[in-house]
T-cell receptor, first 111, second 119 residues
Framework: QSALTQPASVSGSPGQSITISCTGT?????????VSWYQQHSGKAPKLMVF???GRPSGVSNRFSGSKSGNTASLTISGLQAEDEADYYC???????????FGGGTKLTVL | EVQLVETGGGLIQPGGSLRLSCAAS????????MNWVRQAPGKGLEWVSL???????YYADSVRGRFTVSRDNSENTLYLQMNNVKAEDTAVYYC?????????????WGQGTSITVSS
């Protein structure tokens, strides 16, 4: 069982917007701004999409945005494109004995 | 070009030892927090270890006491020494660059190296 909870799957049609949630506790997501999001296409290495809750690395489309409210972080993808179909993982710093935790991952299907 | 290249994977028997290497180019491993992350077949990402710029190390509960992270500044390479491996250590292992002064987000990842623990 992952420390951060994500929906197993989400789907949307091209052009639509979707949001993936990542729920933790005050010891991780809610207590610190060290939440990041990763995109992973099948058989490939993960790619950083959002850092520090809402920062966007150079080269990442502005269709990707991050936010946080309480113990839940969110990744929103607007204007869905076929190439966005992938697995998405959230990650956070945690005060538990394990320093960094990932969510279980969310499979995004573009219909 | 900034990149990471992992090597050292393969088939290993339970209880055995293996050392993974992660060669960096385009930046210095001593200047960034460096992580190891693994992914078991068909499963999600699992954080394994962190080596901070000041040399402090951190480990996931599942590997603490068995795995050791280190770096060779002259070789610009990160290592993961894996001892007393178990079947549940079977995974693709990635090294990933993080922030300069704190955790920030893993912005550069290697291609991964696969470890299979089996007799």
């Amino acid at each position: 069982q992952s420390a951060l909870t994500q929906p197993a799957s989400v789907s949307g049609s091209p052009g639509q917007s979707i949001t993936i949630s990542c729920t933790g506790t005050n010891s991780d997501v809610g207590g610190y701004n060290y939440v990041s999001w990763y995109q992973q296409h099948s058989g490939k290495a993960p790619k950083l999409m959002v850092f520090a809750v809402s920062g966007r690395p150079s080269g990442v489309s502005n269709r990707f945005s991050g936010s946080k409210s309480g113990n839940t972080a969110s990744l929103t993808i607007s204007g869905l494109q076929a190439e966005d179909e992938a697995d998405y993982y959230c990650s956070s710093y945690t005060t538990s004995s394990t320093l960094v935790v990932f969510g279980g991952g969310t499979k995004l299907t573009v219909l | 070009e900034v990149q990471l290249v992992e090597t050292g994977g393969g088939l290993i028997q339970p209880g055995g030892s293996l050392r993974l290497s992660c060669a960096a180019s385009g930046f210095n491993v001593r200047s960034n927090y460096m992580n190891w992350v693994r992914q078991a077949p068909g499963k999600g990402l699992e954080w394994v270890s962190l080596l901070q710029t000041d040399g402090r190390t951190y480990y996931a509960d599942s590997v603490r006491g068995r795995f050791t992270v280190s770096r060779d500044n002259s070789e610009n390479t990160l290592y993961l020494q894996m001892n007393n491996v178990k079947a549940e250590d079977t995974a693709v292992y990635y090294c990933a660059r993080d922030g300069v002064v704190s955790l920030y987000g893993m912005d550069i990842w290697g291609q991964g190296t696969s470890i299979t623990v089996s007799s």
